[in-house]
């Protein structure tokens, strides 16, 4: 790549890298002109684009006639007549392209250990796995839990639902039981599939015991099986009847399976994603339109080819493990990594020897991974990256957060050699791929930017009432038009997706995105401001604040009153810090943090580690206004440590300011 000023180095400018005359040469979109040409055909021909890339991009059974069905906005439809299979795409069709023999997922597991394993093979297991779930019963439109960590039976068993029919909602392993019964309770799940463990980090979880308990949490009589994959061969519990080990149930299946064919809209999957009321959502999306962007993103913003060894650091329990693990990259027929530890083990090189030992091509993670590996790496020079062979990488990604400018150029220097154009790339659960990112061999690019929308979205910054704001000003981000991977729905309550994604204060028109996001005033681009709403990002992680006052409240002899707010952190994008009036006399010192400690580990089991709140402050009362509002604001000054400037003369109780500027 080459940096330069735009229009020459005057001061004030942003710093423009472009991608080498190489990298641009042999790039899938090729040049700034290739990428306008592609948004002129959105914006000429917006359907004819779409239909063109679902061509491209699927094989279909029965080809679809309709593109684009408005008819009951927002509940868009995207080829709906068209018929298809996700995991035939995804392995089927691989096959019939002679790449049986080429290897689809490199395993490494925490300890190191490597698996490899073909498209042939991974097709005849995803075979079995789906047969021994027909035997079980599980038909198209059942839906199936999967509770797992980073594995090829993971990524096996998603596609293994795909191939029936059935609907998989992956859960993140470090959710606690009580998220886990949640889930389950909303899904109605037939079928859980487990493992007896996990391992990350040297450490040995429990899983399958998480399972029992949130099953035993009540709510999830739907449940007829258990099925747990065997990955520590340490003794787990089995109930007679519900449980079966996943060897014994598809150990004598036959290795092919006649695909479902389902109508594009058929729900593929559910994930579920906090928003800034109640509890997470079940976010719904479909098949067809889901799997033509997930491909095409792969391809363009990846830029992937043939040769190419990918690797997203993500867990398959969020959306950019499904996206640009289990679906994209096998939708293309890549090879990629599966990784099942942590970046910290054994040491805080363990990226870096990762992407030696696998001459991994494409490294796609999140910047609060880069931002503790850049620390870890000024502690500790054995671990930096200069220590490592990386020359093997051709491009980074980005995603998750925004990605602070240091961090970029971090990441741009050290791991990616000053070669490696990066793609800090900006979606959504319910965008289901990219929505604004670069594309690598023709967007110059600015860190900290995510720079233009994705050809085909349009993406756009707007004020309160819908009306575009000029560039240069800070404003509300929306997407004007539907898009073939939009999530459908939140499964079980479409209201709620009105209201959360095209309210009526808004003119119900155009795709909220809860961002705030500003375009510059010369280039157009995008940089994503944060949430507008009452959702923070804690490590990549989405929560909403009021899902852990809830938990926190749930505590019912110990706490009265909660509120949530975020701070910005170093490491970890932003940190939760919580605000609690207690049941019992202002605690101090050694008391405070016993029960601050208490709170945290309660938080832990009522929604996942994840969720617990960094800071803890105890106060008498919460500030509130005349009409007995918290005062958030004022709580994110207090939590940010900064002068208070807000009006505190409507407080009942000054003293308060003093208590809760003391977090434990
Ligand atoms: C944030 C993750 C800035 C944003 C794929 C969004 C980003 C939320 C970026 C979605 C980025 C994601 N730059 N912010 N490149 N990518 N975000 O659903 O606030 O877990 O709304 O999807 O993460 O988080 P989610």
Not at 289 to 302: E, R
Not at 308 to 334: E, K
């Amino acid at each position: 790549m080459n940096a330069s000023t735009a229009g020459g180095p005057q001061a004030g400018e942003v710093r423009m890298y472009y991608p080498s005359e190489e990298f641009v040469r042999q790039a899938t979109i090729s040049g700034m002109s290739a990428y306008e040409a592609l948004c002129r055909e959105a914006e000429s021909d917006y359907t004819g684009y779409w239909a063109k890339r679902a061509r491209e991009m699927v094989t279909w059974k029965t080809p679809f006639t309709q593109v684009l069905d408005e008819s009951n906005a927002p509940f868009f439809k995207w080829f709906a007549d068209g018929t298809l299979n996700a995991s035939y795409n995804c392995l089927d069709r691989n096959l019939e392209r002679g790449l049986g023999d080429k290897t689809a997922i490199i395993f490494e597991a925490d300890d190191g250990e490597v698996t490899r394993i073909n498209y042939r093979d991974l097709h005849a297991k995803v075979c079995q796995i789906a047969n021994g779930l027909r035997s079980l019963g599980v038909q198209k439109g059942d839906r199936v839990v999967i509770y797992i960590s980073m594995s090829i039976d993971g990524v096996a068993a998603m596609l293994a639902c795909a191939r029936i029919g059935a609907t998989h909602s992956v859960v993140f392993g470090g959710f606690s039981a009580q998220a886990l019964r949640d889930r389950i309770e909303d899904t109605r799940a037939k079928v859980v599939i487990t493992a007896d463990h996990q391992i990350r980090g040297g450490k040995q979880l429990p899983l399958k015991a998480i399972v029992d308990e949130a099953l035993s949490l009540g709510g999830c009589d739907s449940v007829e099986r258990v099925l747990v994959v065997r990955r520590s061969g340490a003794p787990v519990n089995m109930v007679q009847g519900r449980d079966r080990w996943m060897a014994d149930v598809v150990g004598g299946q036959a290795q092919t399976c006649e695909p479902e064919w389902v109508e594009a809209e058929h729900p593929l999957f559910l994930l579920y994603t906090s928003g800034s009321t109640g509890k997470p959502k079940g976010v719904q999306h479909s098949t067809g339109g889901y799997l033509v962007h997930a491909a095409l993103t792969t391809a363009w913003t990846f830029d992937l080819k043939p040769n190419d060894i990918f690797w997203c650091t993500a867990d398959i329990g969020w959306i950019t493990g499904h996206t640009y693990i289990a679906y994209g990259p096998m939708a293309l027929g890549a090879t990629q990594i599966v990784f099942e530890g942590v970046p910290t083990f054994p040491d805080a090189s363990r990226f870096w020897r990762m992407i030696e030992r696998h001459k991994v091509t494409i490294f796609y993670t999140a910047p609060t991974a880069i931002r503790s590996l850049i620390k870890a790496a000024e502690s500790n020079d054995t671990v930096h990256p200069r220590n490592f062979d990386l020359s093997s990488l051709r491009l980074l990604g980005s995603v998750g957060e925004p990605i602070n400018p240091a961090a970029w150029e971090w990441y741009y220097r050290h791991v990616g050699g000053e070669r490696c154009p990066i793609v800090d790339t900006f979606w959504q659960t319910e965008t289901g791929g990219h929505v604004i990112t670069p594309l690598p061999g023709a967007t110059p690019l600015v860190p900290g930017s995510c720079t233009l929308p994705f050809p085909g979205i349009m993406a756009a910054v707007v004020d309160e009432t819908g009306k575009d704001v000029p560039n240069g000003q800070g404003g509300i981000l929306v997407i004007k038009r539907p898009w073939p991977s939009m999530i459908r729905t939140i499964w079980g309550d479409p209201e709620r997706f009105k209201k959360s994604y095209y309210p009526e204060e808004f003119g119900g028109k155009y795709y909220l995105a809860g961002d705030g996001a500003i375009r510059d005033a010369k280039t157009g681009y995008f940089t994503i401001t944060g949430r507008i709403d009452d959702v923070l990002n804690v490590s990549g992680h989405r929560m909403g604040t009021m899902e852990i006052e809830s938990a926190l409240v749930a505590k019912t002899d110990l706490v009265a009153e909660a509120a949530v707010v975020g701070r910005p952190d170093e490491t970890t994008g932003e940190a939760i810090c919580a605000f609690v009036v207690l049941k019992r006399p202002l605690p101090t010192g050694d008391e405070a943090r016993a029960i601050a400690k208490e709170l945290r580990d309660w938080v832990a089991k009522e929604i996942g580690p994840i969720a617990k709140p960094k800071d803890i402050r105890f106060g008498e009362n919460l500030p509130k206004t005349r009409s007995g509002k918290i005062m958030r604001r004022l709580l994110r000054s207090i939590a940010k440590g900064e002068a208070i400037t807000q009006d505190t003369s409507t407080l009942e109780n000054p003293a308060i300011l003093d208590q809760l500027g003391q977090a434990y």
